[in-house]
Every structure is written in C-alpha cells, then in structure tokens.
T-cell receptor, first 112, second 114 residues
Framework: KQEVTQIPAALSVPEGENLVLNCSFT??????LQWFRQDPGKGLTSLLL?????REQTSGRLNASLDKSSGRSTLYIAASQPGDSATYLC???????????FGKGTRLSVIA | ETGVTQSPTHLIKTRGQQVTLRCSSQ?????VSWYQQALGQGPQFIFQ?????ENGRGNFPPRFSGLQFPNYSSELNVNALELDDSALYLC????WGGGIGGYTFGSGTRLTVV
C-alpha cells in the first residue's frame, strides 16, 4: 500500500528565503507525482506534475525534483514571498487509472 | 476551457440526514474522482467514476455513493450523516489514464454535520 509522508508539517520563513519541502513515498513504482497548493478552506491548485520518466519540472520560482529509486521528491521555492503562504501537498499515482495518494501537507508561512 | 465546478460551496446538515454534492468536470475529461479532506489531513480517495460506472473505491462505507452522467458530471451522495463526515469534499477530473496534465480539482464543498 502506497504511503506518502511530507516533512516538515509546518514551516515559517522570512520573506526572500529559498526553501525546500520534502515528500517521500513507500512504493517507488509510481506513474507520476503531483505537487498542489491549497489555501485555507479552498480547493487544490496544481503546481507541478512530474511523470515517472522525468527527473524535474520547473515553473517560475518553483522547481520539483523526483528520485524514484529513493522514493523522494522535493519542491524548491526560490525567493519566497508572503503570497506563497499556503499548504503544499504532494500526491503520487501508481498507474494511469489509480487514484492519487496524498501526504498530509506542509503548512508554509512566509513572514514579511 | 472551463475548470471543475462544485456546488454548493458550503452546507450544514443534521446527523442522520442525507446530502448530495455536485461536480462538473473539466472540458475533455471523462473521469471524475471524489476525495474527502478532514481538517489538517490530506485528501482521502472515496471513489472514481468512468463511463458512468464506479471504477475504484477507497475505504468508505456503502452509505457513500455516487453517479456519473453522460456529460461526465457527477454527484456524491452520503446517507445517514455522521458527525465525522464533516469535511471538505473535493472533486477532481482527468482524462482516462491520467493524461499529461494529471488531475484538475474543484474548489470543494465544505460539509458541516451538527
């Protein structure tokens, strides 16, 4: 059974700092991995999707990496801003037709 | 291209009642999945619908049921509501097989059971 763990559970950083969020999964035979952002009480916004054959994806100040063999992914946020404050969720899919398995998320606060 | 739309946004029900939540999938997506997210937790998979049939189910009791319509929209029904059913219910759509873009989520329905 796939399990996803995110560390740390919460993180508070000053504005401008670069930061890394971690995600680990127990079954390395994944189809893809997706990072989401969730604002309080809201739905999920997809940030980056990494297919199993890829090593990383970039979008603006965000970079996500994937190391399937070690069961790990990281989300790197450069030059953090107060608007980045949200919960970041990592989710994996074991095949194209199976559901996403989520971690509990990392709650990020960027202090101005 | 429209995204995923869920209704209602908020709902308050009494224990023992029944509730129906609705979801319109993104254009071009034929698979709809429902997730339950309790406070402070990650979303948990309830079930998935493809071609109007349930195609995968998580660890939820039969009082959680659903429908998918020919236009790929979907409903989640919960009977005999319990206090622990209070959560954010998320709908997600995708092409069958995942596609390149992965899942697209709606804004969710906040259900409170009192």
């Amino acid at each position: 059974k796939q399990e996803v763990t995110q560390i740390p559970a919460a993180l508070s950083v000053p504005e401008g700092e670069n930061l890394v969020l971690n995600c680990s999964f127990t079954d390395s035979a994944i189809y893809n991995l997706q990072w989401f952002r969730q604002d309080p009480g809201k739905g999920l916004t997809s940030l980056l999707l990494i297919q199993s054959s890829q090593r990383e994806q970039t979008s603006g100040r965000l970079n996500a990496s994937l190391d399937k063999s070690s069961g790990r992914s990281t989300l790197y946020i450069a030059a953090s801003q107060p608007g980045d404050s949200a919960t970041y969720l990592c989710a994996v899919r074991n095949s194209g037709n199976t559901p996403l398995v989520f971690g509990k998320g990392t709650r990020l606060s960027v202090i101005a | 291209e429209t995204g995923v739309t869920q209704s209602p946004t908020h709902l308050i029900k009494t224990r023992g009642q029944q509730v129906t939540l609705r979801c319109s999938s993104q254009s071009g997506h034929n698979t709809v999945s429902w997730y339950q997210q309790a406070l402070g937790q990650g979303p948990q998979f309830i079930f998935q619908y493809y071609r109007e049939e349930e195609n995968g189910r998580g660890n939820f009791p039969p009082r959680f049921s659903g429908l998918q319509f020919p236009n790929y929209s979907s409903e989640l029904n919960v009977n005999a509501l319990e206090l622990d059913d209070s959560a954010l219910y998320l709908c997600a759509s995708s092409p069958w097989g995942g596609g390149i873009g992965g899942y697209t989520f709606g804004s969710g329905t906040r259900l409170t059971v009192v």
